[in-house]
């Protein structure tokens, strides 16, 4: 029997590298992990793998985005699913934890950086930078957040691409032909306009109505609690606020190698150093899937 | 001893004079990574480059770097048409190593000034050009105790002098007196033989280990005691019997058998070896795990092993499994710490499940050391971080041609 982990991201990617540092070493699991791109890719990768053999399980695990945190729980909480959602953005955001941090910053200045001198010494001010780090960014991420949900609007109206389903051929013949297919592209036409027409006539789809929305989520992102609850680290773009500190430690001296990539995996290096299951992280997804993992 | 930068210059195919090939091992912060993979299909260079850094660190180390298949001659290190081949390595000390490093030549009463010297660069040529053959007279050097290269050594009442063969090449550092930092380790073997220092002390100076594809080079000298116990004493008692072996069997059997009465050192009980080698074996071929040292029904002791259902001996292991273990009873056997570790072909017949395991496991084995080692194994290259990984060539494109 084979155990597989499906993931987000390629070879070598982040996701590989935290989901075997944390998961499956630290755990000491026989499960392979196996990248499949975006998540788009995940239901067909798992299908071939478990294809191989009957008795070969696949596992995956994907990123959460910009979906609510109640989708994500779901799937934690149906665990013959086999899919589960990070209950954070994006594997990035594991790695932002300002205990993490610390310990990385910590780790520059025994190197003898003298620019990191300058950084936050504790985790209370770890947590201050990164805050400061944030903020800038949260018009970007009300409006990521809009898009989102205006694209679950459209969808529940109907959806807007133009998708004929294939008629069943008539009594007597293997495929259909000239008259099936004409009327299912009709159809299809039809039906596309007519959603057009309802979704142009949508109120979330009315200009006021977008601004209402992106000004209630800018509102609620510029609330001081979404800030020191620590919810901005959970819901923002990992990858944005990497960048972002990336972008600060050059901006104190650092080297133009300490780049988004580079922290990831020193963030990574360090949280290997500290991690503990259940007390860096409630709830602890790794401990959790660990856990699942361990069944099979 | 850390190798931050290598410079190969005429080394069989790899580097020119006027183009020299260079390898960087360090990171962003310009800290030496600990670990390294050196990343290629076939004829990429890959075993080359580990032959390049043994041949240039062995002599100034008076260690066994190279792997038994290598042979040093101009014809088979000196590119075609050139007349040297050179390369010159950075290494980084640590305070502690260059505190312990003069400790122990404090011990030995030899004279020689450490250095307090965190880099030095050692420039390796060869051959010799000063002299064609012969002994170098000169200055300190160590010998390369390569095992088909005779080394005269010369001791007196105030230091240990040793000379190296020509034929090993010559070697400089820049600062002259850096050599001495290199020397740690040859010291302490020196003086472990007499009694004067114990095994504690390689875990304070470093060296260089080699692990060619057969994973060869594992040896270990076994008390008589022991020897006796193992193969009896009728074995035993032959004229010029031979106590050091290299068969795996025996030193597992030997390492058994230290657990259960262990050695004392001066800084109190040593590790157990046996116990860091199970620990190590159930992690990386779960469920296989090492049971232990056992005798059967004709007495004869041997090791026995179980993968969850059924128990077998060391003969009834795996390619993979017996690779497994060789590494791991050279890192323990030869108290591999603060050192260079040159690992050709880490995924040598192992389960991408093993892989992972092995990648995870090796540089966290030892305190301190740099691990530089290779593979054409996409699936373990990317389970490694990009920037600890050194492209040598296009894995997919030669796979894609059928030529791997």
Request: charge should be negative; aromatic fraction near 8%; proline fraction near 6%.
């Amino acid at each position: 029997m084979a155990v597989y982990l499906v993931c987000e991201g390629f070879l070598p990617g982040l996701d590989r590298r935290v989901l075997g540092t944390l998961v499956i070493q630290f755990h000491n699991l026989a499960v392979l992990i196996e990248p499949a791109g975006g998540s788009k890719g995940h239901g067909a990768v798992r299908a071939y793998l478990e294809s191989r053999s009957p008795q070969h399980v696949a596992i995956a695990v994907e990123d959460r985005d910009y979906r609510p945190g109640a989708v994500a729980n779901g799937t934690w909480a149906n665990r013959a699913g086999r899919r589960f959602i990070w209950r954070r953005h994006e594997i990035e955001n594991y790695l932002l934890h300002p205990r993490v941090i610390l310990e990385l910053f910590n780790d520059f200045r025994a190197a003898g950086a003298s620019w990191a001198n300058v950084l936050p010494a504790t985790e209370p001010d770890v947590s201050v930078l990164l805050q400061s780090l944030a903020f800038p960014l949260f018009e970007d991420h009300a409006a990521q957040v809009v898009r989102h949900e205006l694209v679950q609007v459209i969808n529940a109206a109907g959806g807007l691409s133009f998708g004929p389903q294939t008629p069943a051929p008539p009594a007597g013949a293997h495929v259909c032909g000239y008259a099936q297919w004409l009327t299912a592209l009709h159809q299809e036409a039809a039906r596309l306009c007519q959603t057009s027409g309802t979704v142009a006539k949508l109120p979330d789809l009315q200009p006021a109505a977008i601004t209402a929305r992106y000004d209630a989520h800018l509102a609620q992102v510029q609330n001081p609690v979404f800030l020191t609850s620590g919810n901005y680290l959970i819901e923002m773009k990992g990858k944005d606020l990497l960048a972002a500190l990336s972008r600060h430690l050059v901006g104190l001296g650092a080297p133009a190698l300490l780049n988004q990539a580079t922290v990831a995996d020193e963030l990574l290096r360090m949280l290997e150093r500290i991690y503990q299951p259940n007390l860096v992280y409630q709830p602890d997804d790794f401990a959790e899937l660990a856990d699942i993992l361990r069944q099979y | 001893m850390k190798l931050a930068k290598v410079q190969i210059e005429n080394f069989r195919h790899i580097g020119s004079q006027e183009k020299p090939f260079v390898l960087d091992f360090t990171d962003a912060l310009g800290r030496v990574r600990d670990f390294s993979l050196l990343v290629g299909p076939n004829t990429s260079g890959k075993t080359t480059i580990l032959d390049a850094i043994a041949a240039a660190l062995g002599p100034s180390l008076g260690m066994a770097t190279l792997r038994p298949d290598f042979k040093l001659s101009p014809r088979t290190v000196v590119r075609r048409g050139a007349l040297h081949a050179e390369v010159t390595c950075w290494l980084h000390f640590s305070s502690e190593e260059i505190a312990a490093t003069r400790d122990i030549f404090r011990l030995a009463e030899l004279p020689e000034k450490v250095l307090d010297a965190p880099e030095i660069k050692l420039t390796w040529t060869y051959p010799d050009p000063r002299k064609p053959s012969g002994f170098v007279s000169s200055g300190l050097f160590l010998p390369g105790l390569q095992s088909n290269i005779v080394i005269k050594t010369f001791s007196s009442a105030t230091s240990t002098q040793v000379q190296v063969p020509s034929e090993y090449g010559f070697s400089q550092s820049d600062p002259e007196a850096g050599l001495a930092l290199l020397h740690g380790r040859f010291v302490v073997a020196q003086l472990l033989a007499t009694g004067r220092a114990d095994w504690s002390w390689f875990r304070k100076v470093g060296g260089v280990f080699t692990f060619d594809q057969e994973r060869t080079g594992l040896g270990r000298t076994i008390s008589r005691q022991v020897w006796n116990i193992i193969h009896g004493t009728a074995e035993a008692a032959r004229e010029n019997e031979e106590l050091r072996t290299v068969d795996p069997r025996t030193i597992l059997i030997d390492m058994a058998l230290h657990s259960l009465v262990p050695p004392i050192s001066a800084n109190g009980p040593l590790p157990d070896e046996f116990k860091l080698i199970q620990e190590r074996y159930g992690r990386i071929c779960a469920p296989r795990r090492i049971v232990g040292a056992v005798r059967d029904e004709l007495g004869e002791f041997d090791v026995y092993f179980n993968d969850g259902e059924n128990s077998y001996t060391y003969d009834g292991l795996s390619s993979g499994e017996k690779n497994v273990l060789l590494l791991l009873i050279r890192f323990v056997a030869e108290r591999m710490n603060q050192s260079i570790v040159l690992i050709d072909e880490l995924e040598l017949n192992q389960h991408p499940l093993w892989q992972d395991k092995l990648v995870h496991l090796v540089p966290r084995m030892g305190d301190a050391n740099q691990i530089i080692a290779t593979t054409h194994s996409p699936y373990l290259r990317g389970a490694v971080a990009p920037e600890a990984v050194i492209d040598l060539g296009d894995l997919e494109e030669v796979e894609a041609t059928g030529a791997e």
